[in-house]
């Protein structure tokens, strides 16, 4: 992944109504959602929703599918690996990261 390809996804992600339909739709998976049901959950306006939807799409998280005359949001899970890679390439100098149990357990010990 290229700095530019990041930096559009953080762009996108950056505002707090797409954050919120980004992780709701990661939450449906390959099942997805159509526009009226994350207006039903979030209770966003329509247009408002097309906006963020739109710049979603644009940074490549969103796969949009037409079946009928309904359009399905997925999450485009290959980005969000590419991503999650990306930020944690050369991650700890080279050396095998904590695991994230070792990681939760001291965070919990230390309250």
């Known amino acids: 992944m290229k700095n530019t390809d990041a930096i559009s996804v953080f762009l996108a992600l950056g505002q707090e109504s797409r954050l919120n339909i980004f992780r709701l739709i990661v939450q449906r998976g390959d099942l997805g959602l159509t526009p009226s049901e994350i207006i039903e ?3 966003i306006p329509n247009a408002t929703l097309s906006f963020h939807l739109k710049e979603l799409a644009q940074a ?5 599918e037409r079946q009928s005359r309904n359009l399905i949001y997925r999450p485009n899970a290959s980005l969000v690996q ?3 890679a990306f930020l944690l390439d ?3 100098g080279g050396k095998s990261c904590a695991p994230v149990d070792t990681l939760k357990k001291s965070k919990s010990k230390s309250k």
């Open 41 to 43: 959950k979030l209770g």
């Open 60 to 64: 490549n998280l969103l796969l949009v």
């Open 82 to 84: 590419n991503l999650s």
């Open 90 to 92: 050369n991650c700890c």
